[in-house]
């Protein structure tokens, strides 16, 4: 009777005969399970896109995003916590001293 029986069929690898990189790994198992590359986007669709149309979507997610901030946040906090981040703000402004010319 073997020792360990989940070790009889192992086969052993030294350094340099495997796969290293976590992403070879990877796609050595994508490439393992049937149908799993066939579904890839082309990577060509992306460069044929339009400079100017890709900076005017991201133009208005982030204007989207940046109109409502800060009015948000405020409706959030409850005036104690706003009077304490704003005592801290004033704190952290005012606690370097007066400015040197020179």
Same mark, same amino acid.
């Given at each position: 009777? +073997? =020792?360990?029986?989940?070790k *009889?069929n *192992? %086969? /052993? !690898?030294?350094?340099?005969? $495997? +796969?290293?990189? &976590?992403?070879?790994? @990877?796609?050595?198992?994508? @490439?393992a399970?049937?149908?799993?590359?066939? #579904?890839?986007?082309? +990577? $060509? #669709? &992306? =460069?044929? @896109?339009?400079?100017?149309?890709?900076?005017?979507?991201?133009?208005?997610? $982030? /204007?989207? $995003?940046?109109?409502?901030?800060? %009015?948000? *946040?405020?409706? %959030? !906090?409850?005036?104690?916590?706003?009077?304490?981040?704003?005592?801290? @703000?004033?704190?952290?402004?005012?606690?370097?001293?007066? &400015?040197?010319?020179?």
């Amino acid at each position: 009777m +073997p =020792d360990r029986s989940s070790k *009889r069929n *192992r %086969k /052993r !690898l030294r350094p340099g005969q $495997g +796969p290293e990189d &976590v992403n070879e790994i @990877a796609a050595g198992i994508l @490439a393992a399970i049937p149908g799993a590359l066939e #579904d890839e986007p082309d +990577p $060509g #669709d &992306v =460069d044929d @896109a339009d400079p100017a149309k890709i900076k005017e979507a991201a133009a208005s997610l $982030g /204007r989207r $995003g940046g109109l409502k901030g800060g %009015k948000a *946040r405020a409706e %959030k !906090l409850s005036p104690e916590k706003r009077s304490a981040i704003a005592k801290k @703000a004033a704190v952290a402004r005012w606690s370097h001293g007066p &400015v040197k010319k020179t």
